[in-house]
């Protein structure tokens, strides 16, 4: 019976695997429920293994690994943990506390065990070609991707190398809002990150957007990309959004909050939805989007910063790999919210 069983299944996951269609993804799902009844017939049979990364779903069915059933819910909810990573290994979620270099449990084996200290694991470029590569005008591109709809929550920034398609380093920041009473703190917190249960981790890290910004400023110091005596905009780098909101709009709106002035390196952008839809000829309303139409499936957690600033940089690195010439889309004239000039005629 076990047998009769497992042919079943076997069956029915060859033909999930092998269509090239985003429904593969449906369809594994959909395997995966089956397996999930067979076990009732027979202890015998184990989990099947099954690789995901952001090669096609075609060139995916020849190779195997722990895959969650979670993936096929991107479309219906984005806010999904995933198991698989690109590598063989057992995915593990980042320890939000040595994001921040905030981490007091380095010789913990059971906390190392649990949670990934390393951000390059997920930013691998084994599965990309070299050969579509191109020359770009910036050596670095810093990913990012802001948190908060009120006040910014979350600064999280990831480095890539133009040259090499390779993470450099991150930055990570939670941000304590200036203007709000400690009450609505707790209500906006357990709104916003309760949910992915790390709102503990934000309140014991999170500091003020002017703080967030002088260590940030350090960072970028120690990598030579700005001086603070020179000013200017950021040297042979430039910043990566998924759309403007995060440069155009809320960046400004929070230092008027914060009562500082909008930074140089603030300046300038660019928008990769505009790269992806003049590179690819596709519109891409967002991340999700994006990572759908080049079958990438999400790591980690839809709209928590850090997360969403790697699968971002893993677009990113895809793009490049295939050629795409990453160019400023986006320049502001003054620190005004309304003063900002497009470069793409083509954009979304």
């Known amino acids: 019976m076990a047998r009769f069983y497992l042919q079943i299944f076997l069956n029915f996951t060859h033909a999930s695997l092998s269509a090239s269609s985003p429904m593969a993804f449906t369809r594994l799902h959909s395997s995966s429920v089956l397996f999930s009844h067979l076990r009732t017939f027979s202890p015998l049979l184990q989990p099947p293994q099954v690789l995901f990364s952001s090669l096609s779903l075609s060139r995916l069915a020849n190779r195997r690994s722990p895959v969650s059933a979670s993936v096929v819910a991107m479309d219906q909810n984005p806010t999904v943990e995933m198991e698989a990573p690109p590598t063989r290994r057992k995915w593990k979620p980042l320890c939000l506390y040595y994001t921040q270099g905030k981490c007091t449990m380095m010789e913990d084996g059971s906390h190392l065990e649990k949670f990934n200290h390393n ?21 670095y591109l810093l990913v990012l991707d802001l948190e908060g709809k009120v006040e910014i929550l979350e600064f999280p920034v990831v480095m890539i190398d133009t040259r090499t398609m390779k993470f450099v380093d991150s930055f990570h920041r939670f941000v304590r809002p200036t203007m709000m009473s400690e009450q609505k703190i707790e209500q906006y917190i357990e709104g916003k990150y309760g949910k992915f249960g790390v709102d503990r981790v934000w309140h014991d890290t ?6 967030v910004l002088q260590e940030f400023e350090q960072w970028l110091a120690r990598h030579n ?33 914060s009562k500082m002035n909008l930074p140089p390196y603030f300046m300038e952008w660019i928008n990769l939805k505009d790269i992806f839809l003049n590179f690819y000829n596709r519109r891409a309303t967002g991340m999700v989007t994006m990572m759908r ?18 699968n971002i940089a893993r677009v990113l690195q895809h793009m490049l790999s295939d050629g ?17 000039k497009f470069t793409f005629k083509n954009r979304i």
């Not at 700005?226 to 780098?237: D, S, T, Y």
């Open 119 to 139: 951000l390059e694991l997920d930013l691998g470029v084994d599965g990309l070609v070299m050969n579509k590569l191109r020359p770009q005008e910036l050596d």
């Open 206 to 211: 999170a500091i003020p957007f002017k703080d």
């Open 225 to 257: 990309l700005w001086e603070k005596v020179k000013g200017g905009p950021l040297n042979r780098a430039a910043f990566v959004t998924c759309g403007n909101w995060d440069l155009k709009t809320k960046v400004p709106d929070q230092c008027r909050v």
């Open 293 to 310: 139409e080049l079958q990438m499936p999400i790591f980690g957690s839809h709209h928590l910063g850090i997360d969403d600033a790697k």
């Open 324 to 340: 795409a010439l990453m160019q400023i889309s986006a320049r502001r004239g003054s620190s005004d919210i309304g003063d900002v």
